[in-house]
């Protein structure tokens, strides 16, 4: 029962191969600190001396780094600043708007989350790395996967705007599915 009593932050981090809860306890009289990763413990200290510092950890199956940073703020209140592969969290997450696609959908009663790295073209649904196929269309581009016996494609088209660059679609059973915002 004393689990969690020192709770302090508590991260949702979307990555491609799932959303990701990261717990951090600190216990600031006996200098304590946990961080658990989707419910598990990753790492634990007791009796660290100095109150302030960095725990480094990695998060789900692409063993992404992550790091809690402790600052002091004023007297005996203190900071908590999550950062994933040395972005702050909110840095990190603008960038992978940029560089991800993510939808959900629904088949047959099961949730599905489909992202799809867009600098290497990799595919993930939840949590697993797929068998992907490319193709080149008259367009653009087709990666073609099957969930769930489902054929599903990512259409890939130049939007023909500079700024905007590739448009991304995916096509699940002839049926476009809406991006999702994470």
Request: glycine letters at 8%.
């Amino acid at each position: 029962l004393e689990k969690m009593t020192d709770l302090v932050a508590v991260w949702e981090v979307a990555l491609s191969d799932g959303v990701h809860k990261i717990e951090f306890e600190h216990g600031t009289t006996s200098g304590k600190r946990v961080v658990y990763v989707d419910g598990k413990e990753e790492i634990r200290r007791e009796w660290m001396f100095k109150l302030v510092g960095k725990e480094t950890f990695t998060v789900g199956a692409t063993k992404t780094k992550a790091a809690i940073n402790i600052d002091a703020v004023s007297g005996f209140a203190y900071e908590y600043t999550l950062e994933i592969n040395g972005k702050s969290l909110k840095k990190y997450i603008e960038n992978r708007l940029k560089t991800t696609n993510t939808w959900i959908l629904n088949l047959a009663g099961t949730d599905y989350r489909i992202v799809l790295e867009k600098d290497t073209m990799d595919v993930w649904c939840n949590g697993q790395k797929m068998e992907t196929a490319g193709e080149f269309v008259e367009d653009g581009t087709e990666t073609h996967f099957t969930v769930a016996d489902h054929s599903c494609c990512i259409k890939a088209v130049s939007s023909g705007k500079r700024k905007e660059g590739i448009i991304h679609t995916l096509i699940v059973d002839n049926r476009e599915i809406p991006e999702a915002v994470e």
